[in-house]
Nanobody
Framework: VQLQASGGGLVQFGGSLRLSCTAS????????MAWFRQAPGKEREFVAA????????VHADSVKGRFTISRDNAKNTVYLQMNSLKPEDTAVYYC?????????????????WGQGTHVTVSS
């Protein structure tokens, strides 16, 4: 499994960023894709996930209404549009893949991980 995340950076409170994660065609077409994040000193937590077809995306309550996950199957890429960013969104963001059709929120349910991209939101 090869996942390459990008798009992180430094942004001010209230700003926006769009993260991208590109996978190999074989990985991308057969699985659920998700984003997790890990802040310093904290556990890695679920952010959002999307089914293989792109329907029925799921978002954590902490980002609902501000973040949107989407995917472009033609480009083997999953996106995380992050709006109205807050300092508490500061973390390393990881994309993950799951060789199944059912969305799960637990880290252990995902078997493929990208290298992470840093997001820092200044107050």
């Amino acid at each position: 499994v090869q996942l390459q995340a990008s798009g992180g950076g430094l942004v001010q409170f209230g700003g926006s960023l769009r993260l991208s994660c590109t996978a190999s065609a074989r990985t991308f077409s057969a699985c659920v894709m998700a984003w997790f994040r890990q802040a310093p000193g904290k556990e890695r937590e679920f952010v959002a996930a999307i089914s293989c077809s792109g329907g029925a995306p799921v978002h954590a309550d902490s980002v609902k209404g501000r973040f949107t996950i989407s995917r472009d199957n033609a480009k083997n890429t999953v996106y995380l549009q992050m709006n109205s960013l807050k300092p508490e969104d500061t973390a390393v963001y990881y994309c993950a893949s799951r060789r199944a059709t059912v969305i799960h929120r637990t880290r252990a349910s995902y078997d493929g991980w990208g290298q992470g991209t840093h997001v820092t939101v200044s107050s």
